[in-house]
Nanobody, 124 residues
Framework: EVQLVESGGGLVQAGGSLRLSCAASGFIFDEYPIGWFRQIPGKEREGVSCISKSDNRIYYADSVKGRFTISSDNAKKMVYLQMNSLKPEDTAVYYC?????????????????WGQGTQVTVSS
């Protein structure tokens, strides 16, 4: 059974940093991409970043480029999202997701499996 569990969310002041973690199990971790998404109530999920571990492809949304960094630890089956210079508009529930195909993208429609999400709140 594919499982994704996010952690690391919390409350931080603008300009601060958080590191989100995504623990993966139930699939061949090295072969499939992991994406990070975020969602504000009443809005669609927004793709933030994805990493394809098999060929080291990484993508970021324009809104987070230069501030967020995605990385993976294949031995631990973990993917991280380091978020620096946080802004109030980064406030959202953050999800990690995966799919059973090596296609790294920022559209939520690509992804089959989702974690439960972790809340990030950035105060001004």
């Amino acid at each position: 059974e594919v499982q994704l569990v996010e952690s690391g969310g919390g409350l931080v002041q603008a300009g601060g940093s958080l590191r989100l973690s995504c623990a993966a199990s139930g699939f061949i971790f090295d072969e499939y991409p992991i994406g990070w998404f975020r969602q504000i109530p009443g809005k669609e999920r927004e793709g933030v970043s994805c990493i394809s571990k098999s060929d080291n492809r990484i993508y970021y949304a324009d809104s987070v480029k230069g501030r967020f960094t995605i990385s993976s630890d294949n031995a631990k089956k973990m993917v991280y999202l380091q978020m620096n210079s946080l802004k109030p508009e980064d406030t959202a529930v953050y999800y990690c997701a995966t799919l059973r195909f090596n296609l790294c993208g920022l559209s939520e429609r690509l992804y089959e499996y989702w974690g439960q999400g972790t809340q990030v709140t950035v105060s001004s």
